[in-house]
């Protein structure tokens, strides 16, 4: 048999309620994304892709609507459980990398496998030196958020949603506060690190040259599937 979809959403509905007003976001959104895909998803401001990275990071709940993971339902995890897929499965980088500046790169890199405890910790410590190696950042393992250029930063938050491994990297605006040759390097190095890991990526992006070179593109318009 099949392995399943890293993540599905069936018919998913988002409406937020303020008191007796409603405001629908998105509607009947239905995909699935394979392992090892990367996948860009585009649209205007306002038109639900944060929403739908949120719903699929399992950040918040669907309105209507069943989303998947591993083809286990996520609407029937409680809170608790939802924590562990999101520590276990998944990974985020967002727009802003969100770097401890007390911790060192490597420290930061890691702090995902601090959560699972000191033994795994140690555990994934030469992988982690291994992949910042990797990405250019093998001689500022020491150094602090500060000491960093903004595409440098931006590169151990990439390294650090890798850090437990995850099946599913969503990506929000990851190359948006970079200029044009920074914005490519990030770019690049999750192209790679997912063709070496056979990660799936899903990558929020206004960039349309981006857009057009993953493996597939999914367009929003007004919350729908365009």
């Known amino acids: ?36 895909e990367f996948v860009a998803i585009v649209g205007g401001s306002g038109s639900g892709k944060t929403t739908l990275l949120n719903l699929m990071g399992l ?17 029937t995890l409680d809170e608790l459980e939802r924590a562990g897929v999101r520590r276990g499965r ?16 490597l420290e930061n890199a890691l702090m995902p496998c601090r959560m699972e405890g000191r033994r795994y910790q140690e555990q994934q410590e030469p992988r982690m030196r291994t992949l910042l190696e990797k990405v ?15 595409g440098q930063q931006q590169r151990v938050a990439v390294v650090r949603s890798l850090a437990n ?4 990297v969503l990506a ?5 506060n970079l200029d ?17 890991s056979g990660t799936s990526f899903v990558m929020v992006t206004h960039d349309d040259d981006f857009a057009l070179e993953a493996d597939r593109l999914i367009r929003i318009r007004d919350g729908r599937i365009e």
């Open 180 to 196: 044009t040759r920074n914005g490519r390097v990030v770019f690049e190095l999750m192209r790679s690190l997912s063709r070496e």
């Open 136 to 150: 250019g950042l093998g001689d500022k393992l020491d150094s602090r958020p500060a000491q960093l250029s903004g």
């Open 165 to 168: 491994d995850p099946a599913l």
């Open 90 to 105: 998944l990974g985020f980088i967002f727009q802003f990398h969100y770097l401890l500046p007390e911790f060192t790169v």
């Open 59 to 75: 950040l918040d709940r669907p309105t209507a609507g069943e989303i998947l993971v591993d083809g286990r339902n996520a609407g």
């Open 172 to 176: 929000d605006e990851p190359t948006g």
């Open 1 to 36: 048999m099949a392995d399943p979809p890293v993540i599905e959403l069936r018919g998913v509905d988002k409406t937020y309620f303020n008191g007796d007003v409603a405001t629908p976001v998105l509607f009947d959104l239905s995909f699935r994304i394979g392992r090892g």
